[in-house]
């Protein structure tokens, strides 16, 4: 379930990204009760000002959709604190000014709930099981002839970063992410003892990996169709 902010006596939902909350424009609209569009229009006449990476990101469609539930054909613009108290510097009614105390000191500065910090250290600790099962298929990939099985510790690593839209780094990934990382990892740890059990070639269990978790996007609605065959082209 979604956590939930009231600022302004409106639910807002907290979103997060690169482990800090961030808004969109239609939140700053809502909670400082301006016309649909304020924001944005604010932020495009002074985009010259604003950092991405810094004061702002961007997310695709796809990952608006897959990372917030957010539906964005021309993409998802998230504002941190910084970028937001610099987009609001015009707001100046007495509404903006109360505002501004309410989502910095209530959104912003809260700190990551610990539900995320527990994630990630499940995460951590699935991610050793799995390593010990790469090691394993490293040596068995090397007794099968394989030139360059350490690379497996970088291709499957990869993978599992990908399938879980995870771009970058771990320690910057979100709830929803982090649940996905956790359960394509043991797919990846499943397939690779299983393959190796009934003696397959080490190539075929890699392939099985590709597979098996192209499978589970499709199954969880992390990615169409259309962008699974793109991804494991």
């Avoid at 009231?6 to 400082?32: A, C, G």
């Avoid at 080490?202 to 589970?216: A, N, S």
Wanted: charged fraction near 30%; charge should be positive.
């Amino acid at each position: 379930m979604a956590e939930i902010e009231k600022i302004n006596n409106t639910d807002l939902t907290v979103k997060v990204y690169q482990n800090q909350r961030v808004v969109t424009f239609k939140d700053i609209d809502t909670v400082h009760e301006r016309p649909e569009g304020t924001a944005r229009k604010r932020f495009n006449d002074n985009k010259k000002h604003f950092i991405e990476g810094e004061d702002y990101f961007v997310r695709n469609t796809d990952e608006a959709k897959k990372e917030f539930d957010i539906i964005a054909p021309n993409g998802l613009v998230l504002m941190n604190e910084q970028g937001y108290l610099m987009l609001v510097k015009s707001f100046t009614d007495d509404l903006a000014w109360d505002v501004q105390r309410q989502l910095v000191k209530s959104y912003f500065r809260k700190k990551q709930p610990l539900y995320w910090q527990e994630t990630r250290q499940a995460a951590k600790e699935n991610r050793l099981l799995e390593t010990d099962s790469i090691k394993e298929f490293v040596a068995y990939a090397k007794w099968q002839g394989s030139q360059h099985a350490d690379r497996y510790y970088y291709h499957l690593t990869s993978l599992a970063n990908k399938a879980a839209g995870i771009t970058e780094g771990r320690d910057k990934a979100g709830i929803q992410q982090l649940n996905s990382l956790t359960l394509i990892e043991h797919i990846i740890k499943e397939v690779i003892r299983e393959g190796m059990v009934e003696g397959e070639y080490y190539k075929d269990i890699y392939t099985g990996c590709k597979e098996r978790i192209r499978q589970f996007k499709e199954i969880s609605f992390l990615s169409s169709k259309k962008n699974a065959k793109k991804f494991y082209k």
